[in-house]
């Protein structure tokens, strides 16, 4: 029993339920509180890395928690290997700086926000942790309903109109899912992911396909492949650029990890294989970015054109993980580390730049570089990642992602990377070019939230610098995630391993 | 048998007006009835199956329903009951902005 994992999940959910009894007492304490609950979380995420390194190197880390006492496979169980410890890792130490720099950003109803930030937080980290698949569909559903609020935060008609789109479909996967579980829990009686991934063999082929169909389709419209990808562009674009960074940045990879820990380690993947989904998802991904890479040329307005870059690079992912190799889990792992980095910091700096112009359309921003110099360098910066410049993480990503589709010989994924990369250049140009045009900046609008004091404007600037200096530093040392990539490939790979490291010991 | 062809039924019958129908109320409605139409259907899945559940000694041997699948739709209806809540507080902040609750008339529920 490790109490680490379970206040992963507890401490947000504990600090969302007492903002509002703060607020009753004395509205300046809420800043701190959040700060702090936000480094706490950060520190028990450091406190794992650090405490447990040596098993994390061997690769034989887990960490268990039984909820209540009851040992799987009848209780709920939380449970962490180094496939989790990747993920858990990553939302907590990207949630803070988004914390910190929504201190920053956010001015209006600052209390609901953060209780929704932090109930969101307590749901990812759940989603990552849980042994059960009931749960996760618990988790799942508290994602959506803490994540639409949020789309819908600015409270105008994109906002709401989005939320509204956002909650159908996401809604409707949720029952689909429901559906899978049910039929799960009716052909094995058992509720524990462990336990349906030893015994799933035992269920008749033609049921096997229909539970993996329902999960497939549940999972595929909640992270927003092909058939389904019109709710993510106004989702991402309508909330505040916190939010958006949030969506676009760490709820999308948290999708892909699901997808990971259902269709890898509870689903044998060979099951995938041999029904020949694997190659037509890998299709219909790529067939996805292109959409993506494509509409965001076309894409007048910078959030939506970041928003349809997302779904390319989502689509990516998920193209070179279905390949299941080594190569491509590792690659796909390692883009969405470098697409968390970039897309957050081209949210957050994007955020900061458009106070200054009335509107967010593309001929709205000339002249916003002069505004304020630093920022618009690290927007650039960030936004030559995403295009793959050397030195930057997106290159490193991109490269292996070429690598992984070059050895299964798909030659349709390499234009997909080389021909969104080009068009990448062409989008993020059109934007750098207009930034820099020697122009008067409008006045912003009225009821947009104007930051006025001044020592948040300069949390916010350092944020984003933050965010940039992370997509230059692990560019170059992108040797650091070499070896937990590794090792979290090695755990996909392998699902007997998580089968016995929770039954059986 | 007759139960999956009632869940077939009403999972359509959910599913029409969120394409046809011109109105959000009518498509938050049909949601629901997708929604309860699988909660049926668990439940009638799982009842009188003879799966025991833990029994004390000295009670009867017998076919039991078995009790986690109401436990799950249990939690399935308090998530339905808060998604509808939202989607509905949603329409009525629409309403508000738009003056209107049909789909067709705001222009960006199109796109």
């Known amino acids: 029993m490790n109490t680490e994992i379970l206040l992963l999940i507890l401490i947000p959910i504990t600090t969302a339920f007492l903002i509002p009894l703060i607020d009753l007492i004395n509205l300046g304490f809420r800043k701190g509180v959040v700060i702090t609950a936000g480094i706490v979380e950060s520190l028990i995420s450091l406190h794992i890395l650090i405490k447990y390194y040596e098993p994390i190197r061997a690769g034989t880390f887990s960490l268990k928690y039984h909820l209540g006492g009851w040992y799987p496979p009848f209780g709920i169980n939380l449970f962490m290997d180094n496939l989790a410890l990747l993920f858990s890792t990553l939302v907590s130490l990207s949630l803070l700086l988004i914390i910190i720099y929504s201190i920053g950003f956010i001015g209006h109803h600052e209390g609901k926000y953060y209780v929704l930030l932090f109930l969101m937080l307590g749901a990812l980290q759940g989603t990552i942790l849980t042994g059960d698949i009931f749960n996760l569909y618990v988790f799942i559903e508290l994602l959506t309903l803490t994540s639409s609020p949020l789309v819908a935060f600015k409270r105008n008609q994109d906002g709401t109109e989005a939320a509204i789109k956002y909650m159908f479909y996401k809604v409707i996967a949720g029952l689909l899912f429901f559906i899978g579980v049910i039929l799960v829990y009716l052909n094995l009686?058992?509720?524990?992911?462990?336990?349906?991934?030893?015994?799933?063999?035992?269920?008749?082929?033609?049921?096997?396909?229909?539970?993996?169909?329902?999960?497939?389709?549940?999972?595929?419209?909640?992270?927003?492949?092909?058939?389904?990808?019109?709710?993510?562009?106004?989702?991402?674009?309508?909330?505040?650029?916190?939010?958006?960074?949030?969506?676009?940045?760490?709820?999308?990879?948290?999708?892909?990890?699901?997808?990971?820990?259902l269709f890898w380690i509870v689903f044998d993947f060979s099951l995938i294989t041999e029904a020949g989904l694997s190659r037509f998802i890998v299709y219909l991904a790529i067939v996805s970015g292109l959409i993506g890479h494509i509409l965001a040329l076309q894409a007048d307005d910078i959030k939506r054109m970041l928003s349809f870059s997302s779904v390319g690079h989502i689509g990516l992912i998920i193209a070179v993980l279905f390949l299941n190799t080594t190569a491509g889990i590792y690659a796909g792992l390692l883009h969405v580390v470098s697409h968390l980095i970039m897309k957050s910091s081209l949210f957050v700096g994007t955020g900061y730049l458009l106070q200054f112009t009335p509107s967010h359309k593309i001929d709205d921003l000339g002249g916003v570089a002069y505004k304020n110099n630093g920022v618009f360098v690290g927007f650039i910066i960030a936004s030559m990642g995403m295009i793959g410049i050397p030195p930057l993480i997106g290159f490193v990503s991109k490269w292996f992602i070429l690598l992984a589709f070059l050895e299964e010989k798909l030659y349709l994924g390499i234009v997909l990377v080389i021909g969104g990369s080009l068009t990448a250049v062409i989008y993020y140009f059109r934007y750098i070019y207009q930034g820099y045009k020697r122009m008067e900046v409008g006045e912003p609008k009225k009821e947009r939230h104007v930051l006025k004091i001044f020592y948040r404007e300069k949390v916010v600037t350092s944020i984003i610098h933050v965010f940039v200096s992370l997509v230059l530093l692990f560019g170059i040392f992108y040797k650091i995630f070499d070896l937990p990539l590794r090792l979290a490939a090695q755990n996909i790979m392998d699902p007997s391993n998580y089968i016995k490291m929770i039954l059986g010991g | 048998m007759i139960y999956n062809l009632i869940f077939v039924a009403l999972f359509l019958l959910g599913f029409y007006p969120i394409f046809m129908s011109n109105s959000l109320i009518k498509m938050v409605i049909g949601l629901n009835i997708m929604e309860s139409s699988v909660f049926f259907w668990a439940i009638s899945m799982s009842s009188n199956k003879g799966l025991l559940p833990i029994i004390e000694s000295g009670v009867a041997e017998g076919i039991y329903t078995d009790p986690v699948p109401q436990a799950l739709v249990l939690t399935g209806i308090v998530i339905g009951a808060s998604t509808t809540a939202l989607l509905l507080t949603l329409v009525i902040e629409l309403n508000k902005l738009t003056g209107t609750i049909k789909p067709d008339e705001v222009k960006g529920l199109g796109d």
């Open chain 1, 189 to 261: 009686g058992s509720l524990n992911m462990a336990e349906i991934a030893s015994n799933f063999g035992q269920i008749t082929p033609e049921m096997q396909l229909v539970i993996i169909g329902f999960f497939l389709t549940s999972i595929l419209i909640k992270s927003g492949i092909f058939p389904f990808i019109y709710w993510m562009p106004k989702a991402y674009s309508a909330g505040p650029s916190s939010v958006s960074a949030l969506l676009s940045g760490i709820l999308s990879k948290v999708y892909i990890y699901i997808f990971i820990r």
